[in-house]
Each structure stands twice: as structure tokens, then as C-alpha cells.
């Protein structure tokens, strides 16, 4: 993980993995209850928090993995007094009717912890197939990619490679490698994205096992 290397750009990638958990930050932040302008600024404190007091450095690396760390410092931060104080002046004990505002709409059956779990899957997700668009263009391959977006995270049934390959007019064989390989690559990316968090193999197979759970897609 390189925001725990001893190296000249160790504050730098630790910055940029925490802009990456923002997402999942807010989510949990406002599924505990605390509205819209609170919430951005307890999210902001917490984060300016933990890079200034350099937190990440205290998590033994036996513990595992940064994002269930994390959850746990953001969890202590957040029942401070003075967080909570700080929230309550700002409105903090208005219950929120939705997250939408946030891209982590959540329901009265999911608990604060399934919000920051599943918003942190869906935000990796969606860098890995950034990167894998980005790949696509550069190799010319924009409108493929763009038709075929769909069926990469989950397999699709026969009849929608009929119709994907029919609108493309490609082979059914010829679309079915395609996806295959796009597949492959997203799954690399994602490893990528989730290997900057963890510090063994074992740690990321739990992770990529975690994501699955979160955005509800089964094993292949």
C-alpha cells in the first residue's frame, strides 16, 4: 500500500485514496442522520483529521485492510463530543429522507454500515471502468466498449448477445470474446484499485469477495 510507505509521494497517494473513499465517507455520514451541509463538513474535517494527524500510519499492517480501518476512525471521530456538538448546531438531528443527493440512496432496512460498504464497491467499480474506457478510446475501441458496458459486470443470458450482436453486426462468437477479454481487463483494474488498499493476497481476494456482496453480484 503505498499511503504507508516511508516515500517522498506517500502524502500524495494518501490523498488520493482518501479523495477515492469521499464517496463512501459521505454515504455512511449522512445515513447516520446528519443533513446535506453537515454532513459535507464533517466529512471534510474528518478527512483534513486524518491526513494532518497522519492516522493511517498507526494501523499496524497485520490489521489488514485500509478501508475497515477506515470506518473505524471515522466511526470514533464522528462520537467525539465536539463532532457531535458541531453537528447538532448545523442541524445533525434531522433524520435525511434519502441519499440521493449523494449517489448512495439507502433505505430504512440498511444499516450505516451497508451504505459506506455497498457506495464503496459501486465507487470502485466505477474507477476501474473509467480506466477500462480510457484503454478502449486509446485503442480506438470508444463504440465497443460503450455497447458492451452492460454486460460486463454481470453475464448476460443468450438472447442479449443476439441482440448485441445483431445491433453491431458481429458474429455471436466474435461479441462473446469481446466481452470475455473486457472482462478479464475490468477484473484487473479492479484488482489494481483494490490492491492499494491491502497489504497481502489473502486481503484481496476478501476484498474482491466484499465488493461481490455489497453490489449484489454472485461469483462467476
Same mark, same amino acid.
Given at each position: 500500500?503505498?499511503?504507508?510507505?516511508?516515500?517522498?509521494?506517500?502524502?500524495?497517494?494518501?490523498?488520493?485514496?482518501?479523495?477515492?473513499?469521499?464517496?463512501?465517507?459521505?454515504?455512511?455520514? $449522512?445515513?447516520?442522520?446528519?443533513?446535506?451541509?453537515?454532513?459535507?463538513?464533517?466529512?471534510?474535517?474528518?478527512?483534513?483529521?486524518?491526513?494532518?494527524?497522519?492516522?493511517?500510519?498507526?494501523?499496524? $499492517?497485520?490489521?489488514?485492510?485500509?478501508?475497515?480501518?477506515?470506518?473505524?476512525?471515522?466511526?470514533?471521530?464522528?462520537?467525539?463530543?465536539?463532532?457531535?456538538?458541531?453537528?447538532?448546531?448545523?442541524?445533525?438531528?434531522?433524520?435525511?429522507?434519502?441519499?440521493?443527493? %449523494?449517489?448512495?440512496?439507502?433505505?430504512?432496512?440498511?444499516?450505516?454500515?451497508? %451504505?459506506?460498504?455497498?457506495?464503496?464497491?459501486?465507487?470502485?467499480?466505477?474507477?476501474?471502468?473509467?480506466?477500462?474506457?480510457? !484503454?478502449?478510446?486509446?485503442?480506438?475501441?470508444? !463504440?465497443?466498449?460503450?455497447?458492451?458496458?452492460?454486460?460486463?459486470?454481470?453475464?448476460?443470458?443468450?438472447?442479449?448477445?443476439?441482440?448485441?450482436?445483431?445491433?453491431?453486426?458481429?458474429?455471436?462468437?466474435?461479441?462473446?470474446?469481446?466481452?470475455?477479454?473486457?472482462?478479464?481487463?475490468?477484473?484487473?483494474?479492479?484488482?489494481?484499485?483494490?490492491?492499494?488498499?491491502? %497489504?497481502?493476497?489473502?486481503?484481496?481476494?476478501?476484498?474482491?469477495?466484499?465488493?461481490?456482496?455489497?453490489?449484489?453480484?454472485?461469483?462467476?
Amino acid at each position: 500500500m503505498k499511503a504507508r510507505e516511508d516515500a517522498p509521494d506517500a502524502r500524495a497517494a494518501l490523498e488520493a485514496l482518501c479523495r477515492s473513499y469521499r464517496p463512501p465517507v459521505l454515504a455512511y455520514v $449522512r445515513s447516520r442522520g446528519y443533513p446535506p451541509e453537515a454532513a459535507e463538513d464533517l466529512v471534510q474535517g474528518f478527512f483534513e483529521r486524518f491526513l494532518d494527524h497522519a492516522w493511517h500510519a498507526t494501523a499496524e $499492517r497485520a490489521r489488514g485492510r485500509f478501508r475497515a480501518y477506515l470506518l473505524t476512525m471515522l466511526k470514533r471521530y464522528l462520537s467525539s463530543s465536539e463532532i457531535e456538538a458541531h453537528a447538532r448546531k448545523r442541524g445533525g438531528d434531522v433524520r435525511i429522507e434519502s441519499l440521493e443527493e %449523494t449517489h448512495a440512496a439507502g433505505n430504512d432496512e440498511e444499516t450505516p454500515e451497508r %451504505t459506506f460498504e455497498r457506495v464503496w464497491a459501486i465507487t470502485v467499480l466505477a474507477h476501474a471502468l473509467a480506466r477500462l474506457r480510457e !484503454e478502449a478510446t486509446a485503442a480506438g475501441k470508444r !463504440e465497443l466498449f460503450e455497447a458492451l458496458r452492460e454486460f460486463l459486470v454481470e453475464r448476460p443470458d443468450e438472447a442479449d448477445y443476439a441482440r448485441a450482436a445483431e445491433r453491431l453486426n458481429l458474429r455471436r462468437n466474435t461479441l462473446a470474446v469481446a466481452v470475455h477479454r473486457l472482462r478479464a481487463r475490468l477484473r484487473e483494474l479492479i484488482e489494481d484499485e483494490l490492491a492499494e488498499t491491502t %497489504t497481502a493476497p489473502n486481503e484481496l481476494d476478501e476484498e474482491l469477495r466484499e465488493m461481490r456482496s455489497a453490489l449484489g453480484i454472485e461469483a462467476a
